[in-house]
């Protein structure tokens, strides 16, 4: 099963956080198989992390709600709350086999937050600058709740046009990066 994973750092979080980043990258390395992609969301323009993306591939709800509530960084304060949703990984392929690699432009995370009939089940064509591309759902994995994407573009307009802004509740833009050790 697949989960969508987003921790949303708490405010003046930041030294805390960067005194336990080994210890929340060494946590994570126990999870390198199962994950389809992370890395951090960024302030615009500052660099300074705001949240903290994962999307892994675990065998139950329970083994994914103790992945993201035994997170060093979850357990110290750092995050003032957790999204957890069941996710669809559309594209079939991890952030690691991007063929834009890691680095190069702007990337971004977008949240599309909806309810009832589903939308933008499948990618636009020609979204090559697609890093991950998903289904948010419920828990059991039947509801539709949004959409959540990993993209490369010129800027938050352009990613957020990648879905049917009419369908959502609301859609939020956050600057992202590949996480992990480089």
Known sequence: MEFFCYHRDRRDSAALRDELLEEHWSYMDRYAAEMIARGPTLDRGRDTATGSVHIVDLPDLATARAFVFDEPN??????????????????????????????????????????GQAAD??????????????????????????????????DPEAARAVLT??????????????????
């Open 74 to 115: 979850y357990q110290a304060g750092v995050y003032r709350d957790v999204m957890l949703r069941r996710w669809q990984n559309v594209l079939g392929r991890t952030m690691w086999d991007f063929s834009g690699g890691r680095d190069g432009g702007d990337r971004y995370l977008v949240l599309g937050l909806g309810s």
């Open 121 to 154: 089940l499948v990618p636009p064509l020609g979204q090559d600058e697609l890093i991950a591309y998903g289904p948010l759902l419920s828990d059991d994995g039947t509801t539709w709740l949004g959409t959540a994407l990993l993209i490369r573009a010129p």
């Open 165 to 182: 802004s009419d369908r959502y509740a609301d859609i939020e833009v956050h600057d992202w990066q590949f996480g992990g050790r480089g």
